[in-house]
Protein backbone atom coordinates (compact mmCIF):
# COMPACT_ATOMS: atom_id res chain seq x y z
CA UNK A 1 0.00 0.00 0.00
CA UNK A 2 2.92 2.23 1.02
CA UNK A 3 4.61 1.97 -3.02
CA UNK A 4 1.36 2.74 -4.21
CA UNK A 5 0.95 6.16 -1.98
CA UNK A 6 4.05 6.76 -2.67
CA UNK A 7 4.01 6.68 -6.40
CA UNK A 8 0.40 8.65 -6.16
CA UNK A 9 2.22 11.74 -4.57
CA UNK A 10 5.34 11.76 -6.70
CA UNK A 11 2.88 11.90 -9.36
CA UNK A 12 0.69 14.93 -8.17
CA UNK A 13 3.84 16.47 -7.31
CA UNK A 14 5.12 16.25 -10.77
CA UNK A 15 1.56 17.20 -12.30
CA UNK A 16 1.73 20.15 -9.60
CA UNK A 17 5.25 21.38 -10.54
CA UNK A 18 4.27 21.95 -14.54
CA UNK A 19 0.95 23.06 -13.53
CA UNK A 20 2.24 26.19 -11.50
CA UNK A 21 5.78 26.86 -14.01
CA UNK A 22 7.43 30.35 -13.51
CA UNK A 23 5.88 32.89 -15.86
CA UNK A 24 7.70 33.77 -18.52
CA UNK A 25 10.52 36.92 -18.00
CA UNK A 26 10.97 39.30 -20.95
CA UNK A 27 14.56 40.01 -21.38
CA UNK A 28 15.62 43.75 -20.63
CA UNK A 29 17.31 45.34 -23.26
CA UNK A 30 20.16 47.74 -22.51
CA UNK A 31 21.03 50.55 -24.82
CA UNK A 32 24.00 53.35 -24.54
CA UNK A 33 23.95 56.55 -25.05
CA UNK A 34 27.47 56.94 -27.50
CA UNK A 35 27.77 60.19 -29.71
CA UNK A 36 30.69 62.50 -30.88
CA UNK A 37 30.06 65.98 -32.22
CA UNK A 38 29.15 66.37 -35.47
CA UNK A 39 31.88 68.60 -36.73
CA UNK A 40 34.93 68.49 -34.91
CA UNK A 41 35.84 72.22 -34.80
CA UNK A 42 39.24 72.45 -36.37
CA UNK A 43 41.86 74.96 -35.78
CA UNK A 44 40.64 75.76 -32.20
CA UNK A 45 42.55 74.76 -29.24
CA UNK A 46 42.88 76.33 -26.02
CA UNK A 47 46.50 76.57 -23.96
CA UNK A 48 44.05 75.35 -20.42
CA UNK A 49 43.20 72.70 -18.31
CA UNK A 50 39.95 71.70 -18.67
CA UNK A 51 38.33 69.86 -15.57
CA UNK A 52 35.07 68.20 -16.47
CA UNK A 53 33.15 67.18 -13.48
CA UNK A 54 30.57 64.23 -13.29
CA UNK A 55 27.19 65.74 -14.67
CA UNK A 56 23.62 65.86 -12.40
CA UNK A 57 20.66 65.14 -13.31
CA UNK A 58 17.50 66.68 -12.83
CA UNK A 59 14.77 64.78 -10.74
CA UNK A 60 12.63 61.49 -13.08
CA UNK A 61 16.18 61.30 -14.99
CA UNK A 62 18.62 60.19 -12.59
CA UNK A 63 18.37 56.69 -13.39
CA UNK A 64 19.05 54.52 -15.86
CA UNK A 65 15.29 53.83 -16.28
CA UNK A 66 13.97 55.40 -20.01
CA UNK A 67 11.54 57.90 -19.73
CA UNK A 68 8.51 58.52 -21.68
CA UNK A 69 5.36 60.92 -22.01
CA UNK A 70 2.10 60.54 -23.55
CA UNK A 71 0.76 63.20 -21.54
CA UNK A 72 2.22 66.57 -20.65
CA UNK A 73 3.64 66.56 -17.22
CA UNK A 74 3.49 62.55 -16.74
CA UNK A 75 6.20 60.86 -16.68
CA UNK A 76 6.48 56.96 -17.46
CA UNK A 77 9.15 54.31 -17.95
CA UNK A 78 9.70 51.54 -20.03
CA UNK A 79 9.13 48.04 -18.72
CA UNK A 80 11.91 45.92 -20.47
CA UNK A 81 14.06 49.02 -21.97
CA UNK A 82 17.13 50.91 -19.95
CA UNK A 83 19.73 52.96 -20.17
CA UNK A 84 22.96 50.61 -19.76
CA UNK A 85 23.76 53.46 -16.62
CA UNK A 86 22.26 56.77 -16.10
CA UNK A 87 22.50 59.07 -18.94
CA UNK A 88 24.45 61.68 -16.50
CA UNK A 89 27.27 58.45 -15.75
CA UNK A 90 27.34 57.66 -20.05
CA UNK A 91 27.51 61.41 -20.69
CA UNK A 92 30.73 62.18 -18.75
CA UNK A 93 33.49 60.31 -21.03
CA UNK A 94 31.57 61.94 -24.09
CA UNK A 95 32.19 64.59 -22.95
CA UNK A 96 35.50 64.40 -22.35
CA UNK A 97 36.29 62.67 -25.04
CA UNK A 98 34.68 65.97 -27.33
CA UNK A 99 36.60 68.32 -25.53
CA UNK A 100 39.94 66.57 -25.75
CA UNK A 101 40.88 67.44 -28.90
CA UNK A 102 40.38 71.38 -27.88
CA UNK A 103 42.51 72.11 -24.81
CA UNK A 104 46.09 71.37 -23.11
CA UNK A 105 44.56 68.35 -21.44
CA UNK A 106 40.87 67.31 -20.13
CA UNK A 107 40.74 65.90 -16.57
CA UNK A 108 37.98 64.25 -14.49
CA UNK A 109 36.70 66.52 -11.25
CA UNK A 110 37.49 66.49 -8.21
CA UNK A 111 40.99 65.83 -9.22
CA UNK A 112 44.52 65.99 -7.96
CA UNK A 113 45.57 68.05 -10.94
CA UNK A 114 44.96 71.57 -10.91
CA UNK A 115 42.69 73.33 -13.65
CA UNK A 116 42.05 76.36 -15.09
CA UNK A 117 38.09 75.88 -16.05
CA UNK A 118 35.65 73.40 -14.64
CA UNK A 119 32.92 72.55 -16.81
CA UNK A 120 29.50 71.46 -15.03
CA UNK A 121 26.75 69.81 -16.78
CA UNK A 122 23.37 68.72 -15.83
CA UNK A 123 20.66 66.93 -17.85
CA UNK A 124 17.49 68.86 -17.62
CA UNK A 125 15.53 66.61 -19.95
CA UNK A 126 16.19 63.29 -21.48
CA UNK A 127 12.35 61.94 -22.82
CA UNK A 128 10.61 60.30 -25.51
CA UNK A 129 7.59 62.19 -26.03
CA UNK A 130 4.67 60.19 -27.70
CA UNK A 131 2.01 62.42 -27.80
CA UNK A 132 3.19 63.65 -31.04
CA UNK A 133 3.27 61.52 -34.48
CA UNK A 134 6.01 60.36 -34.79
CA UNK A 135 7.59 60.25 -31.41
CA UNK A 136 10.24 62.67 -30.43
CA UNK A 137 13.14 62.84 -28.22
CA UNK A 138 14.07 65.77 -26.59
CA UNK A 139 17.39 66.73 -24.91
CA UNK A 140 17.86 69.72 -22.89
CA UNK A 141 21.59 69.83 -21.30
CA UNK A 142 22.82 72.89 -18.86
CA UNK A 143 26.47 73.72 -18.94
CA UNK A 144 28.15 75.86 -16.41
CA UNK A 145 32.02 77.13 -17.03
CA UNK A 146 33.72 78.49 -14.02
CA UNK A 147 37.17 80.72 -13.65
CA UNK A 148 38.87 77.95 -11.09
CA UNK A 149 41.88 80.23 -9.90
CA UNK A 150 39.32 83.04 -9.64
CA UNK A 151 36.33 81.48 -8.63
CA UNK A 152 34.01 83.33 -11.10
CA UNK A 153 31.52 81.59 -13.58
CA UNK A 154 32.13 82.61 -17.31
CA UNK A 155 29.39 81.59 -18.72
CA UNK A 156 26.02 79.22 -18.73
CA UNK A 157 23.98 77.69 -21.46
CA UNK A 158 21.21 75.52 -22.20
CA UNK A 159 21.75 73.16 -25.07
CA UNK A 160 18.02 72.09 -26.12
CA UNK A 161 17.68 69.40 -29.23
CA UNK A 162 14.62 67.79 -30.22
CA UNK A 163 14.68 64.86 -32.80
CA UNK A 164 12.09 62.90 -34.83
CA UNK A 165 12.66 59.38 -34.02
CA UNK A 166 12.78 56.38 -37.22
CA UNK A 167 10.40 54.45 -34.96
CA UNK A 168 7.72 54.52 -32.19
CA UNK A 169 9.39 52.09 -29.97
CA UNK A 170 12.28 52.79 -27.55
CA UNK A 171 15.24 51.72 -29.94
CA UNK A 172 13.58 54.70 -32.12
CA UNK A 173 14.16 56.92 -29.33
CA UNK A 174 17.80 55.81 -28.52
CA UNK A 175 18.82 56.82 -31.78
CA UNK A 176 17.28 60.13 -32.02
CA UNK A 177 18.44 60.30 -27.98
CA UNK A 178 22.24 59.90 -29.97
CA UNK A 179 21.55 62.27 -32.69
CA UNK A 180 20.33 64.51 -30.71
CA UNK A 181 23.55 64.57 -28.17
CA UNK A 182 25.37 64.33 -30.97
CA UNK A 183 24.35 68.18 -32.18
CA UNK A 184 24.60 69.12 -28.07
CA UNK A 185 28.17 68.09 -27.68
CA UNK A 186 28.97 69.97 -30.50
CA UNK A 187 27.27 73.03 -29.22
CA UNK A 188 28.74 72.63 -25.87
CA UNK A 189 32.40 72.24 -27.76
CA UNK A 190 31.91 75.69 -29.47
CA UNK A 191 30.66 77.55 -26.12
CA UNK A 192 33.81 76.23 -23.90
CA UNK A 193 36.11 77.49 -26.82
CA UNK A 194 34.28 80.86 -26.95
CA UNK A 195 33.83 81.39 -23.10
CA UNK A 196 37.27 80.43 -22.81
CA UNK A 197 38.77 82.54 -25.28
CA UNK A 198 38.59 85.56 -22.83
CA UNK A 199 41.03 83.75 -19.75
Not at 74 to 87: G, K, N, Q, S, V
Request: proline residues 6%; aromatic residues 8%; charged residues 20%.
Amino acid sequence: MNKYLTCWMAALLLTGCTAFSAPKVENTHLYLLDATPADQVSGQRRDLVLAVSQPDSWPGFDTPQMAYLRQPLALEYFATHRWADTPSRMLKPLLVRALEPHFRAVVQAPGMLPADLRLDTEIVKLQQNFSVKPSRIQLILRAQLTDVKNKRVIATKLFDETENTDSDDAYGGVLAANRALQRALQQLVEFCLDASQQE
